[in-house]
T-cell receptor, first 112, second 110 residues
């Protein structure tokens, strides 16, 4: 089955700097890669996703890149702000009726 | 449109007691999921359902049972609670690839 590894487990950046979180996956059939943000005491919320027919997707300050050959994808946050502080989870799946497989999460701290 | 809701929000159980967690969604989603979240362990899938009347085991199913009698509801049962089941439980639902989470239930077993 699918296995998703996420790095780093913790990340601290200065406000205004960029943050990058990387995930690798094992199943070459995986074709959907979402990212979730979870603020303290809240539910995980979908912030951006990418499908395998696209190499990059942007939404304002966040972007996701996908390298299918190397089987890894990354979340990029530019101009970080204190409200970006949260735990971020990546995930992958090969089919719509199979559950997402999540990475273990990255705790991002943005220092003002 | 409430999205995904969970009942209760908090619960404290004694070892050996039983309880049922209720997840409800009003988005007409086919798929529903139960996860548990423990510090440093991420989100681990307990059971899931791909449609009314169906259930399947996830990564950590032992000690839990589920039922999906109605499309909009997904119940998670603990027959004999153990301290190892102290966790935050999240329900999620989705129609295709995307999953949307409920607010969570914090369960403590003493």
């Amino acid at each position: 089955g699918e296995n998703v590894e996420q790095h780093p487990s913790t990340l601290s950046v200065q406000e205004g700097d960029s943050a990058v979180i990387k995930c690798t996956y094992s199943d070459s059939a995986s074709n959907y890669f979402p990212w979730y943000k979870q603020e303290l005491g809240k539910r995980p919320q979908l912030i951006i996703d990418i499908r395998s027919n696209v190499g990059e997707k942007k939404d304002q300050r966040i972007a996701v890149t996908l390298n299918k050959t190397a089987k890894h994808f990354s979340l990029h946050i530019t101009e970080t702000q204190p409200e970006d502080s949260a735990v971020y989870f990546c995930a992958a799946t090969a089919r719509g009726n199979t559950p997402l497989v999540f990475g273990k999460g990255t705790r991002l701290s943005v220092i003002a | 449109n409430a999205g995904v809701t969970q009942t209760p929000k908090f619960r404290v159980l004694k070892t050996g007691q039983s309880m049922t967690l209720l997840c409800a969604q009003d988005m007409n989603h086919e798929y529903m999921y139960w996860y548990r979240q423990d510090p440093g362990m991420g989100l681990r899938l307990i059971h899931y359902s791909v449609g009314e009347g169906t259930t399947a085991k996830g990564e950590v199913p032992d000690g839990y049972n589920v039922s999906r009698l109605k499309k909009q509801n997904f119940l998670l049962g603990l027959e004999s609670a153990a301290p190892s089941q102290t966790s935050v439980y999240f329900c999620a639902s989705g129609q295709a690839y995307e999953q949307y989470f409920g607010p969570g239930t914090r369960l403590t077993v003493t």
